[in-house]
């Protein structure tokens, strides 16, 4: 497997045909961070963003409540207005 096996994963997936040249300067210890690909699901929920399509009728400040309160988070905002 691939160090970066995610890039041509990612290029698999969109049908793109590129050539990468990866340089490596040094090893990293995982104790102090994760390849993007082996982060654990927690940390993901923790540190994302959530492309929502808002229904007509909640507000934009009732939804982030909703997310804050299905992934377990103490912090979830809205860039913008959801409003349709």
């Not at 102090?32 to 507000?59: C, H, M, Q, V």
């Amino acid at each position: 497997m691939k160090l970066y096996d995610f890039i041509y994963k990612i290029d698999s997936f969109c049908n793109y045909d590129n050539s990468w040249n990866i340089i490596q300067d040094s090893e990293t210890d995982e104790k102090y961070g994760y390849f993007a690909d082996k982060r654990p699901i927690e940390l993901l929920i923790r540190n994302s963003i959530i492309n929502l399509d808002k229904p007509p009728g909640p507000t934009s400040h009732e939804v982030a409540y909703w997310v804050k309160q299905m992934f377990n988070v103490s912090k979830a905002g809205h860039g913008g207005t959801l409003e349709p």
